[in-house]
């Protein structure tokens, strides 16, 4: 788990994040960080926010490439995450659109 694409599913489980939990991607991009999450999650509790239509079609290509389309993630298209209504609560909201241009720990070191 040391790839910047697992960087997300680190510290989450780090934080307690169980395969149990519902959570939302916000700014999910092309899922580069969201596909370890998907893997990780029970299937049907990863919902990744997309605001750009464009970013989101190359997400759902990354998903089928991924082969975890049985995971049956939530993808949407929405630039207000708070304008996104579900079925079911959502555990952990995560703001992974600053995810990548926040410092790892490793360059922290440094
Ligand atoms: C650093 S990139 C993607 C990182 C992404 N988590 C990944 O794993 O690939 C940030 C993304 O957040 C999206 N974004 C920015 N503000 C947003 C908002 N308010 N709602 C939804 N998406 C947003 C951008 O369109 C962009 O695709």
């Given at each position: 788990m040391g790839d910047a694409a697992s960087l997300s599913v680190f510290v989450l489980v780090?934080?307690?994040?169980?395969?149990?939990?519902?959570?939302?991607?916000?700014g999910c991009g092309v899922l580069r960080g969201g596909i370890p999450l998907i893997e990780y999650l029970d299937a049907g509790h990863y919902v990744g926010v997309e605001a750009r239509t464009e970013v989101l079609k190359e997400a759902r290509k990354e998903l089928a490439k991924s082969g975890l389309e049985g995971k049956r993630p939530l993808l949407v298209n929405e630039a207000d995450p708070?304008?996104?209504?579900?079925?079911?609560?959502?555990?952990?909201?995560?703001?992974?659109?600053?995810?990548?241009?926040?410092?790892?720990?490793?360059?922290?070191?440094?």
């Open positions: 780090d934080h307690g994040l169980l395969p149990k939990h519902r959570l939302l991607d916000i708070t304008r996104v209504r579900l079925d079911t609560p959502i555990d952990v909201a995560w703001p992974s659109w600053c995810s990548f241009t926040c410092p790892t720990r490793s360059s922290m070191d440094t």
